[in-house]
């Protein structure tokens, strides 16, 4: 592929958050750019909390044409928007900016992009109980995108109380039926077995720590969908054992390809190679020895 050729018409989208070192969203969003040959760059900024106030006034003053927000920000900024569409409104979180005529517009690419996920993947959701493990906000956005589709969503995480907080959020803002646990064994061995759908959206197993597993391996069913959003690696060990007993399975990348894709169409009006998009993930992977 060409370098970029950058001139005085280059306009800019960037990753704000902290911290972002690790994160694959420049890699993607460049080689869609490239590949489209359009006059844009995207570049990831760390920004601490403190730096959010002045980062929004900088996206404002330098025409910044699109943003994405990530931890720690994806609340915070809520007061800083002047629109927010009605899904993000409803999670309480924004992950993608669109600067339209001075406007700055949220929205919540990532909640669409797991459901897409799900869905490419052939779970049906209609009908189904979903247990998810971790109430942050991973947790959050899988949560709502799943309570106009599923049964009963049920949430398990290590601090009871932000399971309890989150459950109640959701079913105040929704249709759906969302309840609220602790992650301790006898707990989830009566969720597990009252759920079609597993899905994993602590931390757990992600590199480093590729030898854990968010829940004891004996209580995984061959009936079981089991979606880990972990990335790195590919496929967790939860995946590899659920794989084992039969379950079928879905590993974390479809859905940050997905929350990229929808977020660059929006920007740009262009439906992204979402292959691409994939393939330089896994070349980064590779390079960096986490697959
Ligand atoms: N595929 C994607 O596109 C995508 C998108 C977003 C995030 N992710 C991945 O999702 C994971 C979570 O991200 P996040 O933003 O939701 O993080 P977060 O907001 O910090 O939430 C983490 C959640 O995991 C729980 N947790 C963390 N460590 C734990 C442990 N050792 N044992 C039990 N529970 C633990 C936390 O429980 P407490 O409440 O008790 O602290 C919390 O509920 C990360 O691996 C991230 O890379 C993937």
Known sequence: MEPFSIDSKTSLLCLIGWPIRHSMSPIMHNALLQKLKLNYVYLAFNVKKE?????????????IKG?????????????????????????????????????????NTDAEGAKKSLIDAGCTLSGRNVLV?????????VCFALTDE?????IANRTEKRA???????????????EGYSNKKAVLETLISNSQILINTTPIGMHPTTDELPLPENL?????????????????????????????????????????????????GKTPD?????????DYLEETNVR
């Open 51 to 63: 730096g959010l106030k002045p980062a929004i006034y900088g996206i404002k003053a330098l025409d």
């Open 67 to 107: 943003v994405n927000i990530t931890i720690p920000h994806k609340e915070t900024i809520i007061p800083y928007l002047d629109e927010i569409d009605p899904l993000a409104a409803k999670i309480g979180a924004v992950n993608t900016i669109k600067k339209n005529s001075g406007v700055l517009i949220g929205k």
């Open 133 to 141: 493990l971790g109430a942050g906000g991973a947790s959050r956005a």
């Open 150 to 154: 599923v049964d009963k969503i049920f």
């Open 164 to 178: 309890l907080s989150l459950a109640k959020q959701i079913n105040k803002k929704t249709d759906a039926i969302a």
């Open 220 to 268: 995984l069913h061959e009936d079981l969908f089991v979606f880990d959003v972990v990335y790195n690696p590919l496929k967790t060990k939860l995946l590899k054992k659920a794989e084992e007993k039969g379950c079928r399975i879905l590993g974390g990348l479809d859905m940050l390809v997905n929350q990229g894709a929808l977020a660059f169409e929006w920007w740009t």
């Open 274 to 282: 979402t292959k691409l998009m994939k393939t330089k993930i896994l």
